[in-house]
């Protein structure tokens, strides 16, 4: 049986650090295992120029522990105001990696999100000939369409047609929550990857829903059924590089998710390698685990993997995690997995 297992430094393909006394209580739990992340726009107001992107930069570096090498990379919100130039300048001087589609009132600050697409065909027509990533929030908006369908007909409605329509604009799905994503993806060429969060491999629609309602494990897309959860798994544990880890990790404080209209957000930084290592290891796929969080996302936005090593070892008594990580704007609960973790980072 292995119980110890060193792997590349892993990497966050997509992850909300916040602003401010939030920034500072979580951005050390993200910089404690993982050597770069893509960091989510979604401020108040949003991160949507390179002057925007440069100075968050700066605030993510001062909130991390001193000696600390993570590298935030940056990506640009897409109004439908955004300007094209700039955009093409924040890729080219190295500001942002990527530009982030919020189909407009999609999720959490998606307001300044997009409404209509031939709005921003322009930034889209500029980023494909430069090689620039477009990493999309895969849901529609319309009320009419249910909630757990929102992702497939994303794929079928919009995510087709505009993949038709550009075809050398390359696309990050990210967050897939779907067997339909993971089709899509499967079935489709080169110019498009999924990231895949770490809940979404472990929970499924019950750990919401079933025996009370239970705000910590509601997030956008939101946990489908046992079956699409199963072929997220498989996805992840395939090898295909075109998926990836991209947490999602989305930190909201406690009492903004324990009220009767809780924010979505789960908060998994913390604890994010102990949780892939233990799905990795009940699939019998430790081995794919180094491709998964250290591999193919680095391959998939020409970036090289990390130099330094992380060993991960599996103990004899579950490893524990504080219930909550204390930030100056209040507690933020982190992700309880329902299982028993044995297996630790070791620092
Ligand atoms: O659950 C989510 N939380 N999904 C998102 O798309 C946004 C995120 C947030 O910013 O809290
Ligand atoms: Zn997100």
């Known amino acids: 049986m292995t119980t110890e297992l060193a792997i590349i430094r892993p990497d966050d393909w997509h992850l909300h650090l916040r602003d401010g006394e939030m920034l500072k209580g979580v951005a050390p739990e993200s910089a404690r295992h993982f050597g770069r992340a ?52 924040a890729f080219e001087e190295k500001v942002a990696l990527a530009v982030k589609l919020y189909p407009a009132g ?26 620039m990533t477009l990493c999309v929030h895969g849901e529609v908006t319309d009320p009419e369409v249910d909630i757990f369908d929102r992702e497939a007909v994303f794929i079928e409605e919009v995510l087709d047609p505009l993949r038709q329509r550009l075809p050398e604009l390359r696309v990050t799905m990210e967050h897939i929550t779907t067997k339909n994503g993971v089709d899509y993806v499967t079935g ?45 798994r498989q996805a992840a544990i395939s090898g295909d590089p075109r998926f990836f880890l991209g947490t ?27 949780c892939l290592a233990h799905v990795f290891e009940e699939e019998g796929a430790l081995g794919q685990l180094e491709g998964f969080a250290s591999r193919h996302g680095a391959d998939w936005y020409g970036l090289p993997v990390n130099e330094e090593t992380i060993t991960l070892t599996k103990r004899d008594e579950p490893v524990a995690y504080p219930p909550a990580v204390e930030t100056g704007a209040g507690p933020v609960t982190v992700f309880d997995p329902m299982v028993e973790l044995y297996w630790a980072v070791e620092d």
Do not use: W
């Open 106 to 131: 999609a999720t959490t600050n998606s307001q300044s999100g997009v409404r209509d697409l031939d709005k921003v065909m322009g930034v889209l027509e500029r980023m494909a000939e430069i090689g």
């Open 38 to 89: 893509i960091v989510m726009p979604n401020l108040v107001p949003p991160v949507v120029t390179k002057a925007d992107a440069v100075a968050y930069r700066e605030r993510i570096l001062a909130a991390l522990p001193a000696g600390s090498r993570f590298q935030p990379m940056m990506t640009l919100y897409l109004t439908e105001e955004t300007d094209a130039a700039d955009v093409a300048a």
């Open 248 to 274: 999602d990790s989305a930190p909201h404080p406690t009492d903004a998710k324990e009220s009767a209209c809780g924010c979505a957000g789960i908060f998994t930084a913390p604890n994010t390698m102990s």
């Open 188 to 232: 489709a060429d080169d110019n498009i990857a999924a990231s895949i969060t770490t809940h979404h491999l472990m929970i499924n629609r019950n750990a919401i829903l079933a025996g009370g309602i239970r705000p910590h494990y509601y997030c956008l897309p939101v946990a489908k059924r046992e079956r699409h959860r199963l072929a997220l």
